[in-house]
Nanobody
Framework: QVQLVESGGGLVQAGGSLRLSCAAS??????IGWFRQAPGKEREFVAA?????????YYADSVKGRFTISRDNAKNTVYLQMNNLKLEDTAVYYC??????????????????WGQGAQVTVSS
């Protein structure tokens, strides 16, 4: 059965760092992406990686230069390293898997499976 299990969320002060993990099982996917959703806001694309590439990440402008997406083939896990966190980064973060090459697309409709969500709260 397909599973995407997230971990690494928590509370951090502005300027600090967190790393989210997304462990995939059950099948392989071409793209793993990260999305986030804050209360009262639409789900927002954050970052994505093409599994077979692994070197090139795709990022929303709001996080570019601060967040880094990467993957570990041996662990079948994708990471989102979040540095210099801002109050605006507070949201529930979801990893998602796509059967398509969706790295350059922020459309959630392209992602078939979703993790359970990880709360990230940035405080002042």
């Amino acid at each position: 059965q397909v599973q995407l299990v997230e971990s690494g969320g928590g509370l951090v002060q502005a300027g600090g760092s967190l790393r989210l993990s997304c462990a995939a099982s059950g099948r392989t996917f071409r793209t793993i992406g990260w999305f986030r959703q804050a209360p009262g806001k639409e789900r927002e694309f954050v970052a994505a990686i093409i599994w077979s590439d692994g070197n090139t990440g795709y990022y929303a402008d709001s996080v570019k230069g601060r967040f880094t997406i990467s993957r570990d083939n041996a662990k079948n896990t994708v990471y989102l390293q979040m540095n210099n966190l801002k109050l605006e980064d507070t949201a529930v973060y979801y990893c998602a898997a796509s059967p398509y090459y969706s790295g350059s697309s922020g459309a959630p409709q392209m992602y078939a499976y979703w993790g359970q969500g990880a709360q990230v709260t940035v405080s002042s």
